[in-house]
């Protein structure tokens, strides 16, 4: 007996029902980016290694998928450096491309080659599939799915204050609770400056980004072994720990990190992104009361995080992760701003800041709250039931008219036994059936019945509407 076929792990097969549901995901996201004016691009599966490398932190590099070079990838390979098992200087001489990792890196080769024909500044959006080589665990997919909205071109704050905006929406609309955390890179190389680590930045970030993973003890303990300092360790651990309401962070901030002038500018943009949603949302409120259909601005509480540090080296400044309230599953959004992204393909200073949603930890959030509208796992509304060929006849104009008013139907394809069809019905959870035989055709209607209830009605063809 041949062996059952599996697929790699950490990837998913989905069937019709789940890609329905993940289609909802989908369009629901393209919708509120389209309402913000983001436009919709595309990008090549795999890229030049030289595109990836380098770009995402040495812990990013690891988990890049390589791909084999084409045709004798092996030649030009002496048997000693293959007996030397130097992976590292093997796979950049035997892989030239790779699968992208994220979809930020591409946006930014993709802005410096395409910089002639983009009006700055420009925002995109972007749905595509990228691939990690991590450990599969809950959660945690070799392939998932992102996604993107940038604006590249532009300094501004306001690009900040709308992408709280976008990721607020997209969760009201899909019904979960979440918390939005913010904080900025600037902030963090303020703190580094004043426990004397400036230079150690990377390795702090790194590692305070793990500490909802790992706890406070084995950050603490990463920290050592990345040659921070005990006392450098113990100033740390304040501002770790600092509680209390967003105004009071950024005050308790101010005074920490007095003598650091690229910390305090990292503290005068949060409070800028911060103010501009609160006077927002102060507007909203009072027009809400006179207007019961005005929507609050922010319907999700917006925190300031200090230990949020998003490790990918190429953020400089606002720093975003989203947090689901009612499922433990980790980060489910993410983005930042990024200065110099494009300076790394010769085109320096272009400043740029995005967000990315993880549809399929989205995915498994809605799964586990069942939050999905009954619309979007119902595929065929009604189905025909198959009597004979002068049945059939007589069904396809009706189901003909009713398509053209949107209304998903189908005829099940041979005259089979009734039970079967019936059967059918129910394990694709079809909602009607539409049975027609001599009596029905004989007055110009149809039978309709509800498989919920079991009632059963004699209608005319444009009477099946009104019942849908």
């Keep these: 007996m041949a062996q059952k076929p599996s697929i790699p792990k950490g990837t998913r097969d989905f069937g019709p029902q789940e890609m329905s549901r993940r289609n909802y995901i989908f369009n629901t996201i393209r919708e509120v980016y389209s309402l913000y004016g983001f436009q919709q691009i595309e990008t090549p599966a795999m890229e030049n290694l030289s595109t990836l490398m380098g770009k995402y932190g040495e812990e990013g590099d690891k988990l890049l998928f390589k791909i084999l070079n084409s045709g004798d990838f092996l030649r030009g390979i002496s048997p000693d450096e293959l007996s030397a098992g130097a992976t590292g200087h093997l796979a950049a001489q035997l892989c030239e491309k790779g699968l992208r990792y994220d979809l930020t890196v591409p946006f930014a080769r993709y802005v410096v080659q395409h910089r002639e024909e983009l009006a700055l500044p420009f925002r995109r959006y972007q ?13 945690r997919y070799r392939e998932f799915y992102q996604c993107d909205a940038d604006v590249v071109g532009s300094d501004s704050l306001l690009c900040e204050v709308e992408l709280m905006q976008i990721i607020d929406e997209v969760f009201r609309r899909f019904g979960i609770r979440v918390c939005i955390k913010i904080n900025n890179r600037k902030i963090l190389s303020g703190i580094a400056e004043m426990i004397g680590e400036a230079d150690k930045i990377v390795d702090i970030t790194v590692a305070i980004d793990k500490l909802d993973k790992i706890g406070l003890d084995a950050v603490n303990e990463e920290l050592r072994q990345d040659g921070i300092s005990e006392e450098a360790i113990g100033k740390l651990q304040p501002i770790i720990n600092l509680s209390g309401t967003n ?28 103010k501009a949603l ?32 998003r490790g990918l080296n190429y953020y400089t400044g606002c720093i975003f992760e989203v947090k689901a309230l009612d499922v433990e599953i980790g980060s489910i959004t993410g983005g930042g701003r990024y200065d110099n992204l494009t300076g790394i393909f010769g085109m320096p200073g272009l400043s740029g800041v995005g967000i990315s949603f993880g549809a399929d930890r989205i995915y498994d959030v809605l799964n586990q709250l069942n939050l999905y509208p009954e619309a979007v796992t119902t595929a065929t509304q009604v189905l025909f039931i198959n009597f004979g060929e002068k049945e059939t006849a007589y069904s396809l104009p009706i189901i003909a008219g009713l398509r053209s008013q949107g209304i998903r139907c189908e005829i099940y394809p041979e005259a089979s036994k009734m039970k079967k069809q019936m059967q059918y019905a129910n394990q694709k959870g079809i909602p009607f059936v ?21 009632e059963q009605q004699l209608l005319s063809p444009n009477e099946i509407l009104s019942r849908m």
Excluded: F
Excluded at 127 to 139: F, H, N, T
Excluded at 248 to 274: N, P
Excluded at 285 to 307: C, F, H, K, V
Excluded at 434 to 454: F, I, S, Y
């Design 434 to 454: 539409v049975m027609t035989g001599e009596t029905e055709m004989a007055e110009g209607k149809v039978m309709l019945k509800n498989m919920t209830t079991g």
């Design 127 to 139: 749905i595509q599939p990228v691939w990690r080589a991590d450990r599969p665990q809950k959660g």
């Design 278 to 309: 609160n006077a927002l949302n102060n507007q909203n409120t009072q027009n809400a009361q006179r207007n019961s259909d005005s929507p609050i601005s922010l319907t999700n509480p917006l925190e300031l995080d200090l230990t949020l540090a």
């Design 247 to 274: 105004e009071e962070k950024l005050q308790t901030m101010r005074e920490t990190l007095a003598g650091s002038e690229i910390g305090q500018k990292g503290i005068d943009e949060v409070a800028y992104v911060l």
